[in-house]
């Protein structure tokens, strides 16, 4: 017990002491409450900020495997598109052809009736007259005797065959001609040849020479062959000569030299596979493209 002067009281030392340990209880426990609730505070900040994090990342992600996935199904449309171009074009080339086959068949099957033996190509682009049909004398490019009538034959019976086959010039009627949007043919090459003998500088003029001949006794006997045009408006029959270069029989015998003295026609189609292989390699380039720019996104 203790005496106080102000009062003239005892006052119980025990109870001042119980206050003071009550306050001092009080006040750590609300510095606890309050630390606790700072450390909630920070680590939900912590977790919002992490959240917020993975969420920008995942979002980018997304955008990344979206861009990637419009890419591809970009590409894979165009490629599409392009397998389908190229498969018409085959069909097209397939078509083509099969009517030059159809062609050169006719013409063989109706100057083999007129008595004239003529050969398709195992190619079967070329339509061969042998020997037995249009021979050259050696080092000579005239048309004498049997070759210059059996040469008129050939003009009767393209002038029959080949309309069919053929674009017809605006000016004439199409009555036996095919129609722009159809396989026709492009070129009907009369092709000079020679043999081994003599100069080679020669020979090239010799063959360009055979093939000229040809051509000027084909169409004096059957003019309307210059008719006969192609999609761009041309003529289609054309010369060419290869001197020596293309034998058929290279033993080397007199014999082998009168099968190379010969003429040859090269039937060509009006068609154009290299517009495929374009269509190909411009699909290809932007596919290379769009594999690079994805690459880049993701590094």
């Known amino acids: 017990m203790t005496y106080h002067e102000a009062t003239g009281e005892f006052v119980s030392e025990r109870s001042s002491d119980a206050h003071g340990d009550d306050e001092n ?55 599409d598109e392009t397998e389908k171009r190229i498969r018409k074009r085959l069909d097209e080339i397939r078509e083509a052809s099969a009517l030059r ?22 190619s079967g682009d070329v339509l061969r007259l042998t020997e037995a049909a249009v021979q050259f004398p050696v080092n000579n490019f005239a048309l004498l005797g049997d070759a210059k009538k059996n040469v008129g034959k050939i003009a009767r019976v393209l002038a029959r065959v080949l309309p069919g086959y053929s674009i017809c010039p605006r000016s004439r009627a199409r009555l036996a001609c095919r129609s722009s949007d159809q396989a026709s043919v492009e070129t009907v090459f009369i092709e000079g ?30 003019p309307e062959l210059r008719k006969l045009i192609n999609r761009r408006d041309e003529e289609i029959l054309s010369i060419s000569g290869y001197s020596s270069t293309r034998p058929i029989d290279p033993s080397g015998t007199a014999v082998a030299w009168g099968k190379n003295r010969r003429i040859d026609l090269r039937f060509v189609m009006d068609t154009d596979p290299s517009t495929g ?5 411009a699909l290809l380039q932007k596919m290379r493209t769009a594999i690079q720019e994805l690459k880049g996104r993701s590094e």
């Open 193 to 222: 040849h020679t043999d081994e003998t003599g100069n080679d500088d020669q020979n090239w003029s010799l063959s360009a020479q055979r093939a000229a001949s040809t051509y000027r006794e084909l169409t004096a006997i059957a």
């Open 101 to 122: 086959l159809r062609l050169l068949t006719e013409v063989r099957d109706q100057l083999s009736r007129e008595g004239l033996s003529v050969e398709i190509s195992p």
């Open 277 to 281: 292989l374009e269509e190909v390699q």
């Open 25 to 79: 209880y009080f006040i750590s426990m609300t510095d606890m409450m309050v630390g606790m609730l700072f450390i909630f505070i920070i680590m939900l900040m912590s977790f919002a900020l992490l959240f917020r994090q993975q969420t920008d990342v995942q979002v980018a992600k997304t955008k990344l495997q979206s861009t990637k996935i419009e890419v591809a199904e970009s590409v894979g449309r165009e490629l």
